[in-house]
């Protein structure tokens, strides 16, 4: 990325100074013309049920008609707190009264039950990540590219346009040439049963948290970027990684380092800066929909704060990903081919991170 050209978008930037709603160039449904997407949710996890089933039902394009899972009793409780039918998982892809799937599973299983869905006719929403392994991720990508179905990660974060409005200001040239990025999202100790804990269901901190700061350098920064080293915290038990570092570089030489982790104090943030300013976003992947966000740029002798309106991100990735469903065309959609290359290019660097990473012990 050069100085000329320093924000890398999906979306065009959305002026500061823009009401609340969709940022141009965000997908957007006809929701008179358009049915609703048809879903079926695959796991009854937590947050799922906490977050996403209740926005799914909420939302004008989306509609939730079955609930499948590992354990049926569960998934009936799931299926009646939301009004819809309760499944086995291998049953609800034979359904033939659901257009996409959701998969709320451990991360071990994600790749697996994506392609599955695809298999059986599906397009998929998974929650990150998309698979455990780049290489995963690549079979699971190449198949919804030959099914012409949409498969998309739910990062929410991607589609709250706070995002767009840092890349306006940095295309504006208000920071100068860019010189570093720094991302952290870390959070305090989960309950011990948690499968986070679970290194054969894909748990640690590097999938869990991880993600989202690198997925913010890669938004931000562009495509190519490279792992230049990484440290990790691993419990002595099992290898599992509590925390980590990593520091990246972009292919024209801006430095990015990330942090993440589940045993601090609670952090979502990240901030460029630039040869002549340096720009804070403070609540960068979790706001809650009722949040302003508030973006701080420092000059030499100057602060100044955007408050932007408040935006529901999660509605945003529904909403976004019920129109792809509605356009058609997703194995030659330039957007959808995006999608798809940076689930996988993420995968990369979660890959050459764990092969760089220098692992310090410790109890847990």
């Known amino acids: 990325m050069d100085d000329s050209v320093p924000a890398q978008r999906s979306t065009p930037p959305q002026p500061l100074s823009a009401p609340a709603g969709p940022a141009p160039g965000r997908e957007t449904a006809d929701t008179a013309a358009a049915r609703p997407v048809r879903f079926g949710a695959l796991g009854t996890s937590s947050f799922g049920g906490r977050r996403v089933l209740p926005a799914m039902t909420a939302c004008p394009q989306t509609e939730l008609v079955a609930v499948g899972g590992r354990s049926p009793e569960r998934a009936q409780r799931f299926a009646d707190r939301f009004g819809c039918a309760g499944s086995s998982m291998a049953a609800l892809l034979e359904r033939d009264d659901i257009d996409a799937v959701y998969i709320s599973l451990p991360p071990s299983l994600h790749g697996e039950w994506a392609a599955r869905a695809l298999h059986a006719g ?16 690549r079979a699971v990508v190449r198949l919804a590219e030959d099914r012409d179905l949409v498969l998309r990660e739910n990062f929410m974060f991607l589609h709250h ?37 679970v290194p054969g269901l894909g748990g640690g901190a590097l999938l869990d948290a991880g993600v989202y700061p690198l997925r913010a350098a890669a938004m931000l920064l562009g495509p190519g970027l490279r792992v230049a080293g990484a440290t990790a915290r691993v419990r002595e038990s099992d290898g599992l990684d509590l ?103 993420m995968m990369e660097l979660v890959d050459a991170v764990r092969a760089q990473a220098v692992a310090v012990t410790v109890e847990g």
């Open 122 to 137: 599906k397009h998929v929403l998974v929650e990150k990540p998309i698979a455990t392994t780049a290489a995963e991720a």
């Open 161 to 197: 346009p706070q995002h767009d409005a840092v890349a306006a200001l940095i295309a504006e040239g208000r920071l100068g040439g860019l010189r570093s990025f720094r991302g952290a999202f870390c959070f305090p100790p989960l309950p011990a049963e948690d499968i986070r804990y």
């Open 243 to 345: 925390s980590g570092q990593a520091l990246l570089v972009s292919p024209s030489g801006v430095p990015a380092s990330v942090e993440f982790g589940f045993e601090h104090t609670y952090g979502s943030s990240y901030s460029l800066w630039g040869e002549g300013a340096r720009l804070t976003v403070g609540r960068a992947f979790t706001p809650p929909a009722g949040y302003q966000p508030e973006l701080v740029l420092e000059e030499q002798d100057h602060v100044e704060k955007f408050t932007l309106p408040a935006a529901d991100q999660l509605n945003g990735s529904l909403a976004g990903f019920a129109a792809a469903v509605a356009a058609g065309g997703a194995a030659t959609s330039p957007r959808e081919t995006r999608w798809r290359q940076d689930a996988v290019a």
